[in-house]
């Protein structure tokens, strides 16, 4: 499961910097090597320096091909996942130099969409989907760890994109083909009557949550938050660049997802983690950090609730009355520190757990 992995440290890292920016900041940081002014110390703020420093991890990353890394081994995994947060990170500051690696990164990826047979199992596969990869060859084992979560975070990047300025939305509406199989991509793994996907999963109710591919055939409430979103943006794609043919069926699959949300794994006091087909009380339980507790915080994160409302601030400090030392950089689930708890506190104005994560 995907989220056992690092999730989203760096977009993670950039996006609370934006969130959590005041006009004073703790810990300046003076650089005093520039010859030109050595008595006027250019400071930077720890959010500054943070966001410096990961922009820089991130371009190191990008392949001649414009692949994005997991990391700096030679072998590492090229996953969609990941790359989209980082590239999501990168718009948070979006300089030229930023915008270039993000579009090489972009056409990279929509470069690779799978067709409707998986070329390794000869299974069937989600046309739009896309497999993880393996530098230094790019090579791929026909694999990945969702197709709903890497089609709704690549959809959301393109609508960031879009929105920066004109000549970033004629960029993006260039490749309205792929935007389009990406979004069919994703409207697929959505239960309802238009889709059967063929893998072996309970329940299969019409219910609306997205399945997150067909190997899984699993109903996660970290997945169907991303997914929430991600109908948001080809909402907005929908209307701003793919020229508005199914707004009004994305409307109906995020409106029926919403509800599924509320309804179906909203408990009364948590979400459970999955959608396992049962009723009454949560299969959560806050002892458990993965998927248990950490999956409270995506709703308010991603947008299906409000990320300031009394519900998703009582999740957020449960979850810290069982995680405490979190932002002092304990890590509670395997090697992992899983930075997107920090952003989770920057949407919700927590600055002083951000200052000392950071």
């Known amino acids: 499961m995907k989220k056992s992995i690092l999730t989203g440290v760096l977009f993670g890292l ?17 650089l005093t090597d520039d010859p030109a002014n050595p ?15 990961q ?41 030229a130099e930023n915008v270039t690696i993000v579009k090489k990164y972009m056409a990279w990826y929509m470069s690779k969409l799978n067709g409707s047979t998986n070329p390794v199992t000869g299974k069937p596969e989600i046309p739009g989907s896309i497999y993880d990869y393996y530098a230094p060859a790019e090579t791929t084992n026909g694999t990945y760890d969702s197709v709903d979560s890497y089609a709704a975070t690549f959809l959301s990047l393109a609508k960031e994109l879009a929105e920066l300025s004109a000549a970033d939305k004629a960029w993006v509406t260039g490749y309205a083909t792929q935007l389009t199989l990406i979004g069919s991509a994703m409207e697929k793994c959505i239960d309802n009557t238009d889709n059967s996907v063929p893998t072996t999963f309970s329940p299969e109710d019409n ?5 997150d591919s067909y190997v899984h055939g699993a ?42 949300i509320e309804s179906q794994l909203w408990r009364g006091t948590m979400y459970n983690w999955n959608d396992d087909g049962s009723t009454g ?3 959560s339980k806050w002892n ?24 998703a601030n009582l999740l957020y400090s449960t979850f810290n009355v069982h995680y405490p030392a979190w932002s002092n950089g304990t890590i509670y689930s395997g090697a992992y520190p899983w930075t997107i708890v920090c952003y989770a506190a920057a949407t919700l104005n927590d600055k002083a757990r951000v200052d000392e994560y950071i």
């Open 288 to 311: 458990a950090f993965y998927a248990d507790a950490t999956c409270q915080l995506f709703p308010g994160m991603f947008g299906v609730i409000d990320p300031v409302s009394p519900r």
């Open 281 to 283: 009380a949560t299969i």
């Open 207 to 211: 219910d609306g949550l997205s399945v």
């Open 219 to 260: 109903k996660y409430t970290m997945d169907n938050a991303e997914v929430n979103e991600g109908l948001k943006s080809m909402i907005w794609l929908q209307t701003n660049v793919l020229g508005g043919g199914k707004t009004a069926y994305f409307q109906t699959l995020l409106d029926a997802n919403t509800a599924a």
């Open 39 to 53: 008595e006027q110390p250019v400071t930077l703020s720890i959010y500054d320096s943070v966001i410096n420093n």
């Open 14 to 30: 950039l996006a609370i910097s934006v969130a959590c920016k005041k006009d004073q900041h703790p810990g300046k940081i003076p």
């Open 55 to 95: 922009v820089k991890y991130i371009a190191a990353l990008q392949m001649a091909s414009g692949a994005l890394k997991d990391n700096e081994a030679s072998n590492s995994r090229i996953c969609g996942y990941f790359a989209n947060s980082a590239c999501r990170a990168l718009l948070k500051k979006p300089t």
